[in-house]
């Protein structure tokens, strides 16, 4: 099991900046960490993605916007919000794949960012 503990969630005016973290028990056997996101009436989507080799993908509604990263150090993920819209509006749930005996996914709690006009 892998524990993923999340902060920096919100309300921020349209243009605002916002971090989000993810604190994760552990790195071990992890090939990807990841920033899904969901709004009322709409599928869960991935926002970014970092894998363990340090290669970033992005959704193209959030590229040169947000930026990912990690501090293996700290087994953390972050999500730097940039430039807010309205629309990037929702719950934010952090995710981690784990490779062991094949591939599990993990979820944090989420955290709701709000964006206003």
């Known amino acids: 099991q892998v524990q993923l503990v999340e902060s920096g969630g919100g309300l921020v005016q349209a243009g605002g900046s916002l971090r989000l973290s993810c604190a994760a028990s552990s790195f071990f056997k992890i090939t990807v960490m990841s920033w899904y996101r969901q709004s009322p009436g709409s599928q869960r989507e991935l926002v970014a993605a970092i894998a363990s080799g340090g290669t970033t993908n992005y959704a193209d509604s959030v590229k040169g916007r947000f930026t990912i990263s990690r501090d293996n150090a700290k087994n953390t993920v972050y999500l730097q919000m940039n430039s807010l819209k309205p629309e990037d509006t929702g719950v934010y749930y952090c995710?981690?794949?784990?490779?062991?005996?094949?591939?599990?996914?993990?979820w944090g709690q989420g955290t709701q960012v709000t964006v206003s006009s």
């Open positions: 995710n981690a794949r784990r490779y062991v005996a094949g591939e599990n996914m993990y």
